[in-house]
Every structure is written in structure tokens, then in C-alpha cells.
């Protein structure tokens, strides 16, 4: 949903980073306002994961220029628990699994760091299982994936809904979604998409990072920009995003070689 | 009966010279934390005297105890051991149980505390698993200040006898512990031990497993924890000497502060052993620079027909794991707390229910 007079909840300029001091970022530009989703798009190796890392703050990624303005505050200068807490969210492309830490536990602990951090009281095991249980309901989770260790033994879809489920539970303002559709079979896909609509409002936004055209089937984004060498090189709605189905990524090759041609 | 032994030194009280780090097995063990505690005899009663034994177990006669003591010590290689040398000297508390064959399984609560008047308290433990019985002990060994604990351990499991024991070492900064756990096992025997050492400035636990003519289960679960200056070092021993015995070992080590952890995992495979199938694998997490893990298995195998793995890890908190956690709002130090106390919880699950309210580990797990 666009609207010109929404307010900017995220505002990256010129930003640049590296990891192992190999530069992959050369100054990405992207403005998301409330009740926007954006989908970034963009093959393998475009800088697109590099993007949702250094937004999420991690720690092998080192800034080397630009800003990134989240509601008016500097977010480069917070570690990644503050980010979270004041309701910026990553959803893993690969999400780690902690053998020995209880999924429920662990959902329990980070809901109530971003609910203190929001002035609201902490969950007692009580109620955030009552919590939990409604929440289930977004990703069609089965409640015995709580008592399991965090993501420990999941299938690829399984996985994925889990991330959707802490994102049902931290209730973010900036959601950024890591190639969510990755590894999914068209049920899960479908499950964890419908789950991402649910969770979209006017006053959140969601990033899309995506690969392939099917998750913008099922979840239309705003804006799509097309992602090459650690630069958003193209900006559009979600024709742009047709078009890269239609015609594949090699017109991303010829614009590169011309941009760095001129 | 209470040791009244007097000695003036470790080597007098054992009636045998301390283990020099010349020897293999005690390479990596340095003894000072021991020798810094001056011998003295236990002044407290047997604190086993008002044990109370559930259905089917009962204790054995003065003379039966001393026909089968030092028995399975014998046959599983360590009665000259200097540590068993040392508790066979200190007049040891002594406790021999039997359970009676095709008993259903019964719950043993065992706990014993040295003080923390530099007293060294021996105990001697010899435990007689008849036909088909079967057995659940939750051990407790504490120290609460300067304190010296000698255990040895025997227990026999005949033909189909299962035994399900848990030990947790709490030590203190001015504690030691030596431990001898033997265990004979006959074919169709289970044995499942899972031992959580934290807090000593020494402890050297040894578990030694026959498995007399194969064809018995063993599964040994361990977890080490080391901080400040201590070093807990467990040299474990399994022997099959028959065919179609099976081997689950998993020995976990957190090396904090300048502790130092030694793992040694001895296995032994003779030509008699064949289609033996035994698994083990030594995990060692290092919280400091200055921490130290030595960790060596130690597989001899003979027979042909087997399937022997092993594996050893050393690593650090992971960063993709810290991150996944920070990332969903959990602040760094929570975070490292809460993947300790995951990596801890696949050993102290194995620990017998009762064994629960001790909360082994809490102090380094909850606090901030």
C-alpha cells in the first residue's frame, strides 16, 4: 500500500560494507515507508543477503560507508538485540539450529525483550503459551514444534514457518525476509506467504528478499528493485518484477557492463 | 568403620608414590591442587547409615562384602591405580548392596557431602546386580569448602541386569575429588552412566567398563566444566571382550577461565570382539583464551568385523548461533547463557529424575 505521506520508517543511504575486507556493498539506496512491501530482487552473489545482515547488524559485516536511518535513529550504532527490540526483524534464509534450547523458551525470552522495550509487561509462562497458541494459527504450526530444541531436526518448511511465528510474535515494524521461499514445496510456500499478508498493516513494512517471481505471486509487493554487483541498479512496481521472469537476468549483465563502461 | 588412619602425606597415606606427569595417564593431571590439601581423616559418621533401601535391595554381610570388594576393580585393570591405591588405605566407608534378580526397577538416592574441614572422606561402593534386575542410583558427591573425596565404585551386572546411574561432582575452589567407577558387565547387561563434574580444583573421575563377553549395551554420558584455575580430567575406559557388545559415548567438556579439561576415551576392541559397534565422541566448548582441552581417544581395535567411530571437537560459542539469538532481541551475555545451558542439557537430561532437584551446574548456568 502506497502513500506518498507515510511516514519513512527506513532509510538507507549510500550504504557500502564488506565482510573478510572483500567489499560487497557499494552504496545501496532504499527508502521503505509504513504499509509498503518491498521485494528485492537479484541473483546469487548480487549483495541482496549482504543487505538484510548488515541491516540486522551482524557481526562479521563491517560498515564502510553511508547511513541507515530507522524512525529518525541511527541504526548502525545499535547491536543487533537493540535493533530487534525496537521492532526490526530478520527471518533467516537458513535458520540456526540450537540443539539443548527449547523453541518455546526461546520464543518466550525474545517476546519479552521486545515487549519491555515497548513499556509492556513481561509474559509469565501462562500467558505467553496462551499467546503462543494463538499465534500458531498465522503458520498452521503444530503446537508440538514448541516443545522440540529451536529449529533442531525441522524440514526446510518447517523452518521457515518457525521464523514466521517469531514474527507473528515480535510484531515488527521492519520486517526484512531473508529468501523466505527458499526450499519450500507450494503448500509451505502458500502457508508461510499467507502467514506475511496476515502480518502486514499500514503502519509495518516488509522487505522481500527473493530470488523468483512465485513469492510475488502470492505476496504483491509495492515496490521490486533489481539488485546487481552490491547496488540496487533498477527500481519499479511489480511489473519489474514480471519482466525478470520474462526475460531472465542477462539484460542485469548488460546494464552492469554499461554503467561501469560510463 | 571411620578412617583414624594419620599420615602426613598423600604417598604415606597411600602407601605408594603420587603419579608423576611423566606417566601417560597422568601427563596432562597435575596433582598440586591435592597436595596442597593436608591429609587428615574423617571425623564424620558413615553417611551412609541411615540409608534407607527400597524393595529388593539389601546391604551385604560384613564377610560378603569382603569376599567381593576390589573384585571388579581387578578385573577392569585398576586395583593398583594410585587414586584406588589411596582409598583402599584411608579405611574407607564402606556400602555393599545387592538387588535381587528380576526386581522391578528401584530407585537409589545416594548422597554424601567431604566438609569443609580439609578432611578426606573414602567411600567404597561395590553394588551387585543380580539376573534381570534392575537398578536407578542418583549419586551426589559434594564438597562445601576444603574437603577431599576418594570414590571407587564397583558395580556387576549379571545376565539382563540394567543400571541406570547418574553421578554429579559439586565441588569447591579448595576441593578434590578421585573417582573410580568399575563396571562389569555380563551379556544382555545395560549400563547407562552419565557423570556432571563442575567446581572442583580438581577432579579426575574414571569410568571402567568390562564388558566381560560382549554382548551388553553401555552408553556413558559425560560433562565436564572447568573455570578459574581447576582441571577436571576424565579417563574413561571400555573393554570388550567378547562379540556383539555395543558402545554410546558422549563426553562433553566447558573449558571457562583458565581451567584446563583432559578427556581421555580409551576403547578396546580384542580379536574375541568382533561385530562390536561403538561410538565415541568428545565435545569441548572454550569460553577463554586462557582455558585449555587436551582430548585424546584412544581406540584399540583388534577384531575386524566392527564399527568403531569416533570424534573430537574443540570450538568456541558459534557466531551464527550468538547472532540468530541477538537477532530476535536476546541480549549478548543471555544469549551465550542460553546456548550453554543447551549444550549442557543433552548430558544433565540423561540424569536420573532425582538427581533433578540438584541442579548441577545452576551456579554457572544462572547466574549473570
Known amino acids: 500500500m502506497i502513500r506518498p505521506d507515510a511516514p519513512v520508517l527506513l532509510e538507507v543511504r549510500d550504504l557500502r560494507a564488506s565482510v573478510e575486507d572483500q567489499p560487497i556493498l557499494h552504496g545501496v539506496n532504499l527508502t ?41 535513529q541511527n541504526l548502525l550504532e545499535l547491536d543487533p538485540e537493540q535493533r530487534a527490540r525496537i521492532g526490526l526483524f530478520l527471518g533467516f534464509q537458513y535458520p540456526v539450529e540450537i540443539p539443548g534450547v527449547s523453541n518455546l523458551e526461546f520464543l518466550r525470552v525474545a517476546t519479552n525483550a521486545r515487549r519491555q522495550q515497548g513499556g509492556a509487561s513481561e509474559l509469565d509462562t501462562f500467558a505467553f503459551e496462551d499467546l503462543v497458541r494463538e499465534r500458531l494459527a498465522v503458520v498452521q504450526m503444530d503446537p508440538a514444534f514448541l516443545e522440540r530444541s529451536v529449529n533442531e531436526g525441522f524440514s526446510g518448511g518447517e523452518k521457515k514457518r518457525n521464523e514466521i511465528l517469531q514474527m507473528a510474535l515480535l510484531e515488527p515494524v521492519v520486517a526484512i525476509l531473508d529468501e523466505t521461499d527458499s526450499g519450500l514445496d507450494i503448500d509451505a510456500l502458500r502457508i508461510v506467504a499467507g502467514g506475511v499478508n496476515q502480518l502486514a498493516s499500514p503502519d509495518n513494512a516488509t522487505l522481500l528478499i527473493t530470488h523468483y517471481q512465485r513469492l510475488l505471486d502470492l505476496i504483491t509487493p509495492d515496490h521490486v528493485h533489481v539488485m546487481a554487483a552490491g547496488r540496487i541498479l533498477r527500481s519499479g512496481g511489480p511489473e519489474l518484477a514480471h519482466e525478470l521472469e520474462r526475460t531472465g537476468y542477462d539484460w542485469v549483465d548488460q546494464e552492469l557492463a554499461l554503467a561501469e563502461v560510463g | 568403620m571411620v578412617a583414624t588412619t594419620l599420615a ?35 571425623s564424620g559418621g558413615d553417611p551412609m547409615a541411615s540409608l534407607q533401601l527400597p524393595v529388593g535391595v539389601t546391604r551385604l554381610s560384613d564377610a560378603e562384602l569382603a569376599a567381593v570388594a576390589g573384585q571388579t576393580l581387578a578385573r577392569t585393570g585398576c586395583d593398583d591405580h594410585w587414586p584406588v591405591r589411596l582409598n583402599a588405605q584411608a579405611s574407607p566407608v564402606r556400602l555393599g548392596l545387592r538387588v535381587a534378580a528380576h526386581t522391578a526397577p ?110 551388553a549395551s553401555t552408553r556413558l554420558r559425560g560433562l565436564q566444566w572447568v573455570d578459574a584455575n581447576q582441571l577436571a580430567d576424565t579417563h574413561s575406559l571400555v573393554r570388550f571382550e567378547g562379540p556383539d557388545g555395543q558402545l554410546d559415548q558422549l563426553h562433553k567438556t566447558v573449558a571457562a577461565g583458565a581451567g584446563r579439561s583432559v578427556f581421555n576415551g580409551a576403547v578396546q576392541v580384542p580379536q574375541v570382539a568382533q561385530r562390536t559397534d561403538a561410538a565415541q565422541l568428545s565435545r569441548s566448548l572454550l569460553l577463554s583464551d586462557r582455558a585449555r582441552v587436551d582430548t585424546k581417544p584412544e581406540l584399540e581395535i583388534v577384531a575386524d568385523d566392527v564399527k568403531c567411530a569416533h570424534g573430537a571437537t574443540v570450538s568456541r560459542l558459534q557466531q551464527e548461533e550468538l547472532f540468530y539469538l541477538q537477532s530476535r532481541g536476546i541480549g549478548a551475555d543471555q544469549a551465550a547463557r542460553l546456548l550453554l545451558a543447551g549444550y549442557c542439557q543433552d548430558v544433565l537430561r540423561e540424569l536420573p529424575t532425582a538427581a533433578a532437584g540438584w541442579q548441577p551446574l545452576a551456579k554457572q548456568l544462572l547466574e549473570p
Open chain 2, 106 to 215: 528401584q530407585a537409589l538416592t545416594l548422597s554424601f557431602d567431604a566438609g569443609a574441614q580439609g578432611e578426606l572422606l573414602a567411600v567404597h561402593l561395590v553394588l551387585q546386580l543380580e539376573p534381570g534386575a534392575s537398578l536407578q542410583v542418583a549419586q551426589r558427591v559434594s564438597s562445601t569448602g576444603v574437603g577431599v573425596v576418594s570414590l571407587v565404585c564397583e558395580a556387576d551386572l549379571a545376565t539382563d541386569a540394567r543400571l541406570d546411574w547418574g553421578l554429579v561432582a559439586q565441588g569447591q575452589a579448595d576441593a578434590a575429588l578421585l573417582g573410580h567407577l568399575a563396571v562389569v558387565q555380563a551379556p544382555g547387561s545395560a549400563l547407562s552412566l552419565t557423570a556432571v563434574t563442575a567446581g572442583w580444583a580438581l577432579s579426575r573421575l574414571e569410568p571402567r567398563v568390562l564388558q566381560a563377553e560382549g554382548a
Open chain 1, 32 to 72: 521503505i515507508r509504513a504499509g509498503e512491501i518491498h521485494a528485492v530482487m537479484g541473483r546469487n552473489g548480487s549483495g541482496k543477503s549482504t543487505l538484510s545482515k548488515v541491516l540486522a547488524g551482524h557481526p562479521a559485516y563491517t560498515v564502510t560507508g553511508g547511513t541507515v536511518t530507522y524512525q529518525g
Open chain 2, 8 to 42: 602426613h602425606t598423600w604417598e604415606d597415606l597411600a602407601g605408594a608414590a603420587l603419579p608423576s606427569r611423566r606417566m601417560e595417564d597422568w601427563r596432562f593431571t597435575d596433582l598440586a591442587a591435592l597436595t596442597a590439601i593436608e591429609p587428615r581423616p574423617w
